[in-house]
């Protein structure tokens, strides 16, 4: 009889840390968001010294999935390859400077934008030859490939003879532009700050600014439900300050208030 009850006792005891193991494990347990980027691209997202991934986007990402409840998994990937990364599942969203576009827009959904963002062409300091696009005619400019500044040049090249060299990482251009091997870059609008900030007796942002195009979290198309609850949750972080204060702690300014949604893309 004492046997018996001991094996009963046994059993109990078996099954209550069961069922506590399995409380535990779900009260624990939070959906993970998989996010692609191209982890080359300074200051938005970038290697540090210890080859931890740092950066205003990743910052943003890991506030938003905070405020989603979820934890986050980064994805590193080229930029030729990252919006098919998206499309066969590799990653749930994109949130790496994605610009938003019309021509983006037919393939895939994006959040509300969350900074300020537009093509800018970078010079030496004190040049003041470029005024507008016409007065790349001639001259060698860099870019990333695939972006959208590698767009917008290929598209003033049908009017005008430019001398348009791509690069895989956008480092590469500025490296390429300080060793002379190109005339003038064309980049996102932060990133830009970031060099000039770094080096400005080698680099300027000229006053010419080519197209608006803000930016985004990139979502794929049947995934709505997500992108509602991406953009409350950047909603909060928004009216919160964190959006703010993350901009400031990256690119020492606010770029992601009082944005201009008005798209003026070139593709």
């Keep these: ?91 749930d969203v994109i949130i790496s400077s994605v610009s938003i576009t019309p021509k983006r827009m037919e393939t895939f959904i994006f959040s509300d934008p969350y900074l300020a963002n537009g093509q800018v062409i970078v010079v030496k300091p004190g040049d003041a030859s470029v005024q507008k696009p016409e007065d790349l005619e001639g001259k060698s400019v860099g870019v990333q490939i695939g972006t959208t500044a590698d767009t917008a040049v290929e598209k003033y090249m049908e009017d005008i003879e430019i001398n348009l060299i791509k690069y895989d990482e956008i480092i590469q251009t500025f490296s390429a532009m300080k060793a002379g091997y190109v005339d003038y870059i064309v980049v996102d609008y932060p990133v830009a700050i970031e060099y000039v900030g770094n080096d400005p007796d080698s680099f300027e942002i000229s006053s010419t600014q080519l197209t608006n195009e803000p930016i985004g979290v990139c979502i794929r198309k049947d995934d709505t439900e997500l992108q509602s609850k991406i953009n409350a949750a950047l909603a909060e972080l928004r009216e919160e300050g964190t959006l703010k204060e993350i901009s400031i702690e990256w690119l020492k300014d606010d770029y992601t208030s009082n944005i201009d949604t008005e798209l003026n893309v070139i593709e």
């Design 1 to 91: 009889m004492k046997k018996n009850i001991l094996i009963l006792v046994a059993l109990l005891l078996s099954a209550l840390f069961m069922f506590a193991g399995c409380g535990a494990s779900s009260a624990s347990s939070n959906e993970t968001l998989v996010v692609g980027v191209d982890d080359s691209y300074p200051p938005m997202e970038y290697r540090d010294e210890n080859n931890e991934l740092v950066g205003f986007d990743v910052a943003m990402a890991k506030a938003l999935v905070e405020k989603m409840d979820m934890d986050i998994e980064f994805k590193s990937t080229a930029w030729d390859g990252i919006f098919q990364g998206l499309e066969t599942q590799s990653y």
